[in-house]
């Protein structure tokens, strides 16, 4: 504002102290954002200097990383939603005649009830996620960051309702789907070139953190029910615990093959990226009850109500709802 009212006080009298006062000014006002530019990403990556995956997005955004475009396309949602739903659609008409999975249910005890969490686990996990919103939010995250000192309560609350009536509301499961190219260098005109980015509201995130990270883990990992060698979605792992895992079973089949003067190692590796998306509400129905949790738990699964968007032009409009 100020620059601005110096600006026109030149642009009026056309005096050289005028012009010499707005042109300092202005080179303050250019100093001080480039100085909260800097500021704000030494801040942001000091904050996120022990997760890596924080630290990566925003050296990736700093760097200004070449990421998958969202230009204009001649596709409709309409065509984007019908051609999703029938990947989906292939996939389990080819699979309908497999045999159910056999799942083995482990000596454990039943998780009958969710348990209420505390304002402080409500909070550390609000205080953790990523600062990201979209259109289903009524506030953008960081206001909602900002101001959980008062919204913390209510938060909670909103947590505890859910998980003592065991109900995930519907309200919740609705996400907006934004087709997004696999990499800039594919075809945009091909509909095979692009994935779908499903973006939840934000308390719809908080509260499933909350019930999985939270509720569900702790009974996971107590009763010891997760896969040995899971690395996905598991504390204290990642990439570097599955890596070092495949190396140790390299090394000890080499050294028990050389006993017998063979020194031939062979691993495969199965490619699932064709239905990473997919979701078998059965399947992982009849998982969690062979894994010992009560019906109470199931709402968390129903499918998720999904709006599709296209790009026109500078922006997103929405087309249609189905869900995906």
Known sequence: MKTRKLERAYRRD??????????????????????????????????????????WSKISALLDASQASS?????????????????VSVIRNST??????????????????????????????????????????????????????????????????????????????????????????????????????????????????????????????SQDLLPSRQSAYRANHSTETAITAVYDEIVRAVWCLTLWTTRHCLQYFIDVSPSVELRWTGVETTYLTARRLSKQGHSYLDLTTSSVVCPKGPCWAQRSSSPI
């Open 96 to 221: 309908s005649n497999a045999p159910h999975p056999r799942i083995d249910p482990r000596p454990s005890e039943t998780l009958q009830t969710l348990r209420e969490v505390t304002m402080d686990e409500v909070t550390k996990v609000v205080s953790g996620a990523p600062v990201k919103h979209c259109a289903l939010d009524p506030a953008p995250t960081w206001l909602v960051k900002r101001l959980l000192p008062l919204l913390a309560d209510a938060i909670t609350r909103m947590c505890n309702a859910s998980l003592s009536e065991g109900v995930f509301p519907s309200i919740l499961k609705q996400a907006i789907v934004k087709p997004r190219l696999k990499k800039p260098t594919l075809n945009p005109d091909d509909l095979n070139s692009y994935r779908p980015i499903s973006n939840l509201s934000f308390i719809s995130k908080v509260v499933e953190r909350v019930v999985a990270a939270i509720v569900l883990s702790a009974h996971f990992e």
């Open 71 to 87: 230009s204009a396309t001649a596709h409709t949602a309409d065509a984007f939603a019908n051609h999703f739903q029938s990947k």
């Open 14 to 55: 056309k005096s050289e102290n005028s012009y010499q006062v707005w042109r300092q000014q202005s080179t303050f006002m250019r100093h001080y954002f480039q100085q909260r530019y800097i500021d704000y990403w030494r801040s942001s990556i000091s904050d996120s200097i022990n997760d890596p995956k924080a630290l």
